[in-house]
């Protein structure tokens, strides 16, 4: 992987070239990609076939290891990970790469450090997807604290409670630093107020499974926003919908339907 410091952070990342005839079909938007909590770019993007299918379509797309995740930096000081921060380093590598306006998509944590980068520098954000979170964007502060414990459990045998364990089994499967995991958890705990969100102004598809019980309401999530519409994938938990075909189908619709780049 490529690396560049952000605010003196190191953070890994992967820029895959358009393919097909269109390679060269300057109105397709470069496409940064933000992956969940305790997941990395691999496992988010790369092994659902998400960068198969946008490079497939023509696009540009963009991967990197949120900091605490993955080949990233990983600090332990939970004030390392405000969702500033976090949507700091976003933007910090569409600078290091030269792209003055993407198209960006997050999913769970990923979604909220999108939708604080649409907030905070709406000129680099052509079009929004908050993908694996719904209205708890705004009536959540984000995962649990139970969660960060869970990081700091001796180990996944210790807990009981059910979606403690779903995250501490999830971060074991990808070999994440823990203690940073749990400080992210306690440093990234925020909710964007309604205000907020209704300051966004861009483009917004908001995508959550039809079983997710961690995202929320994503029709009560695009009531707030002036230009947002929701899609249910159907059928899919927080976990299975990342890949899904209809998931997969509605982002492409709906970055066709953007308007083409000036």
Request: proline share 6%.
């Amino acid at each position: 992987m490529l690396e560049f410091l952000s605010d003196g952070v190191r953070i890994a990342y992967l820029d895959f070239p358009p393919l097909g005839e269109d390679r060269r079909d300057d109105r397709r938007q470069p496409i940064l990609l933000i992956h969940g909590f305790a997941s990395n770019h691999g496992v988010n993007w790369l092994f659902p076939q998400w960068v198969k299918t946008l490079t497939g379509a023509g696009r540009r797309t963009i991967v990197f290891d949120n900091r605490g995740h993955g080949r990233s930096e990983k600090p332990h000081d939970p004030h390392a990970y405000t969702p500033q921060a976090m949507a700091g380093d976003a933007a910090r590598l569409l600078d290091h790469l030269g792209v003055a306006r993407a198209d960006v998509m997050g999913y769970s944590m990923g979604a909220r450090i999108a939708a604080h980068l649409a907030l905070s520098q709406p000129e680099k954000v052509r079009g929004l997807i908050l993908a694996g979170l719904g209205i708890h964007l705004v009536d959540d502060e984000g995962l649990p604290s139970g969660i960060a414990d869970a990081m700091e459990a001796p180990s996944l045998e210790a807990l009981t409670d059910p979606k403690q364990r779903m995250f501490r089994a999830f971060a074991d499967s990808t070999r994440s630093d823990l203690r940073a995991l749990a400080a992210c958890i306690r440093g990234s705990r925020r909710a964007m107020t309604a205000r907020e969100i209704g300051r966004v102004t861009t483009p917004t598809l908001i995508c959550v499974g039809s079983q997710d019980d961690v995202a929320g309401d994503p029709f009560a999530l695009a009531s707030l926003m002036p230009n947002a519409r929701a899609l249910v994938i159907p059928g899919r938990d927080h976990n299975r919908a990342v890949g899904d075909a209809v998931f997969k189908e509605g982002v492409l619709a709906f970055l066709e339907s953007l308007q083409p780049a000036v």
